[in-house]
């Protein structure tokens, strides 16, 4: 399917590994000029070679931000758009907070997971946005979590940030599509990066055999669903958080 994306300008939060990486990638392989973005200068050029030498033609910058903050997330905005002369595509996407417990949560520890997946998220949407509203067409999909539809245990940070980042979007999505603007999210799940093996630790093989799949999933696979609702066809698939779980959810919705 032809994407229709080719010369837009998409910037990609989080994007030396994992998801990010993958969702980049994707969408260099359908032409975008892609901006990634990372904490670690070296990693950010790793990452930008790795796709150059593997994206014939690829055309991909990359920016140091710290997308923990908000002041990050508006330097990332304002360095694309230097670099690039605007933003279509914004894929925002931070690094996951740590684990832990409901019960006794650390307020701090969570004022700085809500910095970094929620209040940094909004802020690249409120960058990227007035462009996007001035030429009538843009994307905005946020990588979030399973967590949002089922709250997962010992996950307190990123179910309570990313639940409200969710209830942004949707908000956010009604607002806009008249701009042709779509805002959606994508929730993974099981899929095998460095991530999910922090989080299972020992008997990750004995985790993913237990998977309605009986696998988990390929990062590959999952940048590429992302890269579709960032596409021109998807001009009507809004306000959607779409799981990419293998079957996880048991729920009908």
Not at 82 to 109: C, K, M, Q, T, Y
Not at 237 to 248: H, I, M, N, Q, Y
Request: hydrophobic share 45%; proline share 5%.
């Amino acid at each position: 399917m032809e994407l229709g994306i080719a010369g837009r300008t998409a910037v990609v939060g989080a994007s030396t590994e994992g998801l990010g990486f993958a969702t980049a990638r994707a969408l260099a392989e359908e032409g975008a000029a892609v901006c990634l973005s990372g904490r670690d200068p070296g990693r950010v050029a790793a990452a930008v070679e790795r796709i150059r030498e593997s994206v014939a033609g690829a055309q991909v910058e990359g920016i140091a931000a710290d997308l923990a903050c908000v002041s990050g997330a508006r330097a990332l905005v304002e360095g694309a758009r230097e670099r690039f002369g605007g933003i279509d595509i914004l894929v925002a996407n931070v690094g996951g907070p740590p684990p832990g417990p409901a019960h006794s949560v650390d307020l701090e520890a969570l004022r700085a997971s809500l910095d970094r997946c929620l209040l940094a998220m909004v802020e690249l949407c409120q960058g990227c946005l007035p462009g996007m509203r001035a030429q009538h067409w843009g994307r905005i999909l946020a990588i979030t979590s399973g967590g949002v539809r089922a709250p997962l245990a010992n996950m307190v940070h990123s179910n309570t940030a990313r639940a409200g980042l969710t209830a942004y979007l949707k908000t956010l999505a009604r607002e806009v599509i008249a701009d042709g603007i779509t805002v959606n999210s994508i929730l993974p799940s099981n899929q095998v990066t460095q991530r999910l093996e922090s989080l299972v630790g020992d008997g990750m093989d004995r985790y993913l055999a237990a998977l309605p799949a009986g696998r988990g999933g390929r990062p590959a696979d999952f940048g590429r669903i992302a890269a579709f609702l960032c596409s021109e066809p998807a001009n009507y698939l809004t306000g959607v958080a779409l799981a990419v779980d293998g079957g996880t959810d048991p729920g009908l919705i």
